[in-house]
């Protein structure tokens, strides 16, 4: 059975038939849109990992060697005088975070025209 097949197909006579086309002229069109969406989220975060320890002021005795908790006294009692003391330990010192949302929209159209 196998065998029968292939020789039924030898002995069948086959025709081409030429192809023409049926227009003379013909508008292909084609619209596109498409919508983008973005959206980040950027967390930023500082660190520092010693210490930091700032002493400004006027009227004021400062020590020759400033230290945290040190005795600070007026010069001159009674009149102005300004003191600042800072310190900063080991830890985050800042952090940011920023969330922004992109949109794109794009619309395209194309048109091809054709002739014969």
């Given at each position: ?21 049926n ?28 210490t ?48 922004r ?16």
């Amino acid at each position: 059975m196998k065998y029968l097949i292939p020789l039924l197909l030898l002995g069948l006579p086959s025709h081409a038939a030429s192809v023409v086309p049926n227009f003379t002229r013909g508008t292909v069109s084609s619209e596109t849109t498409t919508r983008t969406e973005i959206i980040e989220i950027i967390n930023q975060v500082e660190y520092a990992t010693g210490t930091s320890y700032t002493v400004t002021g006027s009227n004021i005795n400062i020590p020759d060697n400033p230290t945290h908790g040190a005795l600070y006294t007026i010069v001159e009692q009674g009149a102005p005088f300004q003191f600042t003391e800072t310190f900063m330990g080991p830890g985050i010192t800042s952090e940011t975070s920023i969330e922004r949302t992109t949109i794109v929209d794009s619309f395209t159209t194309s048109i091809s025209v054709f002739t014969q």
